[in-house]
């Protein structure tokens, strides 16, 4: 794939949804599935039927879903983790977290190749450094990673499950640690990407199966490919949204880029100039994504 590479993104979902996020595919029933966390929502789109596209309202805050491998769904609420038995069934929570934190939420997470649920919050304020990146194991215990965290963001494992990637979207910067798959267990923090300010703010990622990863562009009106072993990039798709939220791989093949965008903030004339902001948008863009790890527990 060059960098010049004509890409076309086509609409799969006018949800204009305020802040769409999370995109995860679910191959036990070939459906991706998405949240709208400012409207309390988990979308589930039918690639093959998009007309039987639904939303299932949560609250509060869903920001991210998972499939469980025992059946159902982890998500995390706002105030900490959770399981159901399908996507719109009754909820049970797992562990709570930052109760003593008023005012921060859950933001991104995703399942490590091992099966733990892995997730960061935020303040609801903008207060920096007061969210944090957990870790949910089997057992549903909870254990800190990462500390002094803004704006907890995009993950990543390598296919070895032997790094993981991390955003803090304010730092505009991608992280790699080493990490442990038997323990849940992180090290050797440095930086692989660092995102120039006139491109917009690192925000979702995924990882391809060439080990490159690909980042949406919070204000950017983009998603791109960098390779974390150089912090070069190496190609980007403009998306007809400005906040580009969130980026997964699907498809029977993963080898369709679905990217999740939002409409929150943006004034008439800005809508006006982006119809479809927060909706879910699909791409093929010439590789295929790795498989979605189910949380274990």
């Not at 029933?29 to 093959?48: A, M, N, T």
């Not at 849940?184 to 120039?196: I, Y």
């Amino acid at each position: 794939m060059t960098a010049d590479a004509k890409i076309k993104v086509e609409l799969a979902s006018d949800a204009q949804a305020p802040l769409g996020e999370g995109p995860v595919w679910d191959a036990r029933d070939g459906k991706l599935y998405w949240v709208d966390i400012l409207s309390h929502r988990v979308h589930i789109h039918h690639p093959q039927e998009p007309a039987e596209d639904a939303a299932i309202e949560l609250a509060p805050h869903v920001s991210a879903i998972v499939p469980r491998r025992s059946g159902g769904f982890a998500l995390t609420l706002q105030d900490g983790f959770y399981v159901c038995d399908s996507a719109g069934g009754g909820l049970t929570r797992l562990a709570e977290v930052e109760a003593s934190v008023p005012g921060n939420r859950f933001n991104d997470g995703k399942c490590d190749p091992a099966g733990r649920f892995v997730a960061g919050t935020m303040s609801m304020n903008d207060e920096p450094g007061r969210g944090a990146l957990y870790s949910l194991d089997a057992g549903h215990a909870v254990e800190t990673l990462v500390q002094d965290v803004s704006i907890s963001n995009g993950l990543a494992w390598s296919g070895d499950g032997a790094t993981m990637y991390y955003i803090d979207t304010p730092t505009q910067r991608v992280v790699a640690f080493d990490y442990d798959t038997a323990t849940g267990a992180v090290a050797n923090r440095r930086v692989v990407v660092e995102m120039p300010t006139d491109e917009g703010s690192p925000d979702g990622m995924t990882i391809d199966a060439e080990g490159m990863l690909w980042i949406a562009h919070w204000g950017g009106w983009q998603v791109s490919r960098w390779n974390p072993a150089t912090g070069e990039k190496l190609l980007s798709v403009p998306v007809p949204a400005s906040q580009v939220t969130s980026c997964a791989f699907g498809g029977e093949r993963l080898d369709r880029l679905y990217i999740t965008t939002a409409r929150v903030g943006l004034g008439e004339t800005e809508l006006a100039a982006q119809p479809h902001a927060g909706g879910l948008f699909c791409a093929d863009v010439g590789v295929r994504g790795l498989p979605t790890a189910e949380y274990g527990g």
